[in-house]
């Protein structure tokens, strides 16, 4: 795939996601804002893991005006690659957007994943979305519109909500036990 320079913040115009046919490949672009619905179409994402340099892994709370999902704890960030961005691309611009900082050691954890879920108001993700992991360099600042909260924790703790209180938790950071796994 080629590398696209993407600017962090798009236009209506750059804020498209990849559609992908049942063989996840390739077959269109949609309006990113028009895609999280009841009947959301197969489409192309990433989740990252942010680690710092004790092992400890970055948790964030949705924030509350989020379509999906708003308020759950979930993984670092998530995100949708552009046509033509790389995903060590998109994972940087979403960091950046996101979380206010850079990242480096940017690593694939599970870059197979693909899960359907459907929130408690019948929005649907469907998503191949490949699992990352990345150390943070600096602070994180996050963006009032992507977190409300975020903690660092140990991925043991992480593993221990999974188990016990899956519900609390977003459902693709559940699905993504076997990531977890790995970081520890």
């Not at 269109?28 to 092992?55: E, I, K, M, Q, Y």
Request: charged share 25%; glycine share 4%; net charge negative.
């Amino acid at each position: 795939m080629t590398t696209v320079t993407a600017p962090d913040s798009a236009t209506d115009a750059d804020d498209v996601v990849v559609l992908l046919d049942d063989a996840g490949q390739p077959i269109g672009t949609a309006p990113r804002a028009t895609v999280h619905s009841t009947d959301t179409p197969l489409h192309l994402a990433f989740s990252c893991h942010l680690r710092d340099a004790s092992g400890r892994t970055l948790v964030t709370r949705r924030a509350l005006s989020k379509r999906t999902w708003p308020g759950v704890w979930t993984n670092s960030f998530c995100g949708h690659p552009r046509p033509g961005e790389t995903f060590e691309d998109a994972v940087r611009r979403h960091a950046r957007h996101e979380l206010g900082l850079e990242v480096e050691a940017i690593e694939p954890l599970l870059p197979d994943f693909r899960y359907r879920a459907v929130d408690a108001a019948g929005i649907v993700e469907n998503e191949v979305c490949p699992v990352f992991t990345a150390r943070p360099v600096g602070e994180a600042v996050p963006h009032p519109d992507e977190v409300a909260e975020l903690r660092w924790v140990e991925v043991a703790d992480v593993l221990s909500v999974v188990e016990r209180a899956p519900w609390a938790l977003s459902p693709w950071i559940v699905e993504q036990e076997a990531a977890l796994r790995l970081l520890l």
